[in-house]
């Protein structure tokens, strides 16, 4: 069928339906030419400032959680009886060496294993509340009071606890919880802050590069450990949790949530009255037909039928719509399988140098590094990769394949520590770097579905939801890897790593074939994940008072 609009460049499998106003309704994908005519985003001294204040903030999270993971090995001591007189043994143990919180290491093993599957439940559960407030609530004060109240916990835990030699496992139960859902206020909200300000079109370099924060603080926090390591394992979560402390002040001080409130416009948004507005080029249009409201994909605010423009009063999603948007499920369960092996990565990678290749614990911490390093560089190539090829998806599923091989070189590698480094940042290339680009560039991607266009005030709920099924998934693997490990041995722990690597990939094979299938049909997208999932018509961008119209 043709229409009048085929003229202005836009091909027919481009269209789905005809309205009965006689305004076709037509895919999220825009053309080439809508594309160019598109305004491109300039970059301020405030976009600087918020990608290093937010790459800080959330940097200073992972170093206080690296800090926990690097001392397990020397908590464990501490907590178990060691004999200071080797020539004339006096029985108990606790005569000579007073923390017999544990009779042996093998037992408090697995209590660390237990603090660890705490937190992440408990971060986990908190994900999937926080995103939902951030988007409703300001998010400079939602991160100062998160970053502000888990450092108080993060030096209570670790430092408190061993200076008045006050060990009680409810208590470190209950801190670690309570430090879960305070630290799950961070991610949704500063991935939501990021999308505000950087727009579709440099999202996945942009996002690669700033995702490393988190292992740029796991490595951070792993140098700072180990060199305090000789002082007392309580100096690291007092080092870590005062940083944490003090950049909570910077953020409630320096942090700009929006451009709008330093006068900028939104990334890409176009004003009412602009040349591309009153272009002839088609125009992501729709008609509300409860409020008579023509909703347009390149304007920021809905515009009525008389021309007028409409308040921009646009209520945030809820979490059921956010749930039910297009590839949310799907990579939330690719996620969860995901970050089950990244996070056991870094919760018990120094343990197992430490432990079953018998190196210090600080060259462990050291050699640990490699693989956050790997995981930057990873998710850095990995996101400049998918933004050329506008597909996020079909660049995932090739790195977590070679990740799979990645593992079984490792796990069968020979105990050298510079073939061990290089083999763990291959392994955090192709683990780490997905990881990156799924919990960062993909939920912003998500949270900005065309469907919801013209309200920013989804991503952290979209991004909670997903990084809070993977946490749920990384808070079953720490139950699971120190049992794999105490009844079989470190190869098979390596062995699951790659099923659950397998499971990823499976999880996101329908994306890479919608990828692939609809690469021949429509044109190249700023909204790389939107290629690969199927949004239906368009709906009323306003959420005034009705819910997303979901296609059935």
Same mark, same amino acid.
């Given at each position: ?7 202005s460049?836009?091909n027919n ?11 076709p309704?037509?895919?999220p ?9 598109q305004?491109?985003?300039?970059w301020?001294?405030?976009h600087?400032?918020v ?13 206080t959680?690296?800090?926990f ?8 001591d501490?907590?178990?009886?060691s ?6 043994p ?22 660390l ?7 992440l ?8 509340f926080?995103g939902?407030f951030?988007?409703r ?7 100062a009071f ?5 450092s ?5 835990f670790?430092s408190?606890?061993?200076? @008045?030699?006050?060990? =009680? ?5 209950? *801190?670690?919880?309570?430090? &879960? $859902? #305070? ?26 590069v ?7 603080g ?12 000789d002082?007392g ?16 002040i910077?953020?409630f ?7 709008t ?6 990334p ?6 602009s040349? @591309?507005?009153?272009? =002839? ?5 729709? *008609?509300?037909?409860?409020? &008579? $409201? #023509?909703t ?18 646009l209520?945030a ?16 369960l ?12 870094f ?20 050699i640990?590094?490699f693989?956050?390093?790997g ?22 599923a090739?790195?977590?394949t070679l990740g799979?091989g990645?593992?079984?070189?490792y796990?069968?590698?020979p ?8 083999l763990?940042?291959v392994?955090?290339f192709?683990?780490?770097?997905p ?19 013209g ?10 939801i ?10 079953f693997?720490?139950?699971l ?31 890479v074939?919608k990828?692939g ?8 997208s ?19 008072d ?7």
């Amino acid at each position: 069928m043709d229409f009048p609009f085929t003229n202005s460049g836009i091909n027919n499998c481009d269209l789905i339906a005809m309205e009965p106003t006689g305004i076709p309704v037509r895919s999220p994908h825009r053309t080439k030419r809508e594309r160019d005519i598109q305004p491109k985003q300039t970059w301020t001294y405030h976009h600087a400032s918020v990608f290093c204040l937010t790459f800080i903030c959330y940097a200073s999270f992972h170093a206080t959680r690296k800090c926990f993971s690097n001392v397990k090995d020397d908590v464990a001591d501490a907590w178990t009886p060691s004999p200071a007189n080797g020539s004339h043994p006096v029985w108990p143990n606790s005569t000579w060496y007073g923390h017999n919180f544990y009779p042996t290491k093998d037992s408090s093993k697995l209590f660390l294993g237990t603090l660890d599957a705490v937190f992440l439940f408990s971060y986990a559960f908190g994900l999937f509340f926080s995103g939902f407030f951030a988007d409703r609530l300001d998010k400079r004060y939602i991160l100062a009071f998160g970053m502000s109240a888990s450092s108080i916990l993060v030096l209570l835990f670790g430092s408190v606890t061993e200076w @008045t030699h006050f060990y =009680s496992r409810p208590f470190y139960l209950a *801190i670690w919880c309570v430090n &879960g $859902l #305070l630290q799950s206020l961070g991610w949704p909200t500063v991935v939501a802050v990021m999308g505000n300000w950087f727009g579709e079109g440099s999202r996945g370099f942009v996002l690669g590069v700033w995702s490393s924060c988190a292992s740029v603080g796991n490595v951070f926090g792993a140098l700072l450990v180990a060199a305090l390591l000789d002082y007392g394992y309580e100096y690291g979560f007092l080092v870590t949790s005062s940083i944490l402390f003090a950049m909570s002040i910077v953020i409630f001080f320096g942090l700009v949530v929006t451009p709008t409130d330093v006068g900028l416009p939104m990334p890409f948004a176009t004003e009412p009255d602009s040349p @591309t507005a009153g272009s =002839s080029v088609y125009r992501d249009v729709q *008609i509300d037909r409860e409020d &008579g $409201l #023509l909703t347009d994909a390149l304007l920021p605010n809905p515009t009525s039928l008389n021309g007028k423009s409409e308040p921009n009063n646009l209520k945030a999603i809820s979490f059921t719509q956010a749930v039910l948007l297009p590839g949310v499920i799907t990579y939330s369960l690719a996620y969860a399988c995901l970050k089950l092996v990244n996070y056991a990565f870094f919760f018990w990678l120094p343990f197992y140098l430490s432990n079953a290749l018998k190196w210090d614990d600080s060259v462990a911490d050291d050699i640990s590094t490699f693989y956050d390093i790997g995981g930057i560089v990873g998710g850095i190539l990995g996101g400049l990769l998918s933004d050329w090829l506008h597909q996020r998806g079909i660049v995932v599923a090739p790195m977590l394949t070679l990740g799979f091989g990645s593992l079984f070189l490792y796990t069968n590698s020979p105990r050298n520590k510079a073939i061990n480094s290089f083999l763990l940042a291959v392994a955090g290339f192709f683990i780490g770097g997905p990881a990156n680009l799924i919990s960062a560039a993909i939920s912003a991607d998500l949270g900005q579905n065309p469907m919801i266009r013209g309200s920013h005030r989804a991503l952290a709920t979209v991004t909670g939801i997903v990084d809070g099924t993977g946490s749920v998934g990384a808070a079953f693997g720490q139950y699971l890897v120190p049992l794999i490990q105490l009844h079989f041995d470190w190869h098979w722990v390596f062995y699951f790593f790659m099923f659950m690597l397998f499971l990823t990939v499976v999880c996101l094979s329908p994306v890479v074939y919608k990828e692939g299938k609809q690469s021949g049909c429509q044109p190249r997208s700023e909204d790389p994940v939107w290629q690969s999932v199927d949004t239906g018509r368009h709906v009323n961008t306003s959420f005034s008072d009705s819910d997303i119209d979901f296609p059935s």
